[in-house]
């Protein structure tokens, strides 16, 4: 079976910085896309970042860019989400999905087709 499951989420004051992971089992990262989405409450999914199987290549949502950084470790299997700078708009529940080399849907997220169960992001004083 394919499983994701995010860690590293929890309470931060604005300005400070967290890491999560993605550690990914059932497929391979060189076949698979992972991008990182978030959902705050009322609010509707968004995409926050992404990566590619092959080359590596990064999306950043506009919010943001230049404080979250993507990146891998194929041998671990394993996708991390460096978030710096945090703000308050920032809180949400952050997952984790999977989408096949082929496929492009990011940031709305209609072709990933495995899912984590989500980590919580507090960024409050």
């Known amino acids: 079976q394919v499983h994701l499951v995010e860690s590293g989420g929890g309470l931060v004051q604005p300005g400070g910085s967290l890491r999560l992971s993605c550690g990914v089992s059932?497929?391979?990262?060189?076949?698979?896309?992972i991008g990182w989405f978030r959902q705050a409450p009322g609010k509707e999914r968004e995409g926050v970042s992404c990566?590619?199987?092959?080359?590596?290549?990064?999306r950043y949502a506009d919010s943001v860019k230049g404080r979250f950084t993507i990146s891998r470790d194929n041998a671990q299997n394993t996708v991390y989400l460096q978030m710096n700078s945090l703000k308050p708009e920032d809180t949400a529940v952050y997952y984790c999905?999977?989408?096949?080399?082929?496929?492009?849907?990011?940031?709305?997220?209609?072709?990933?087709?495995?899912w984590g169960q989500g980590t919580q992001v507090t960024v409050s004083s």
């Open positions: 059932g497929l391979f990262l060189d076949k698979y896309a």
């Open positions: 990566i590619s199987n092959g080359d590596g290549s990064t």
């Open positions: 999905a999977a989408e096949p080399w082929y496929s492009d849907t990011w940031p709305e997220g209609s072709g990933y087709d495995y």
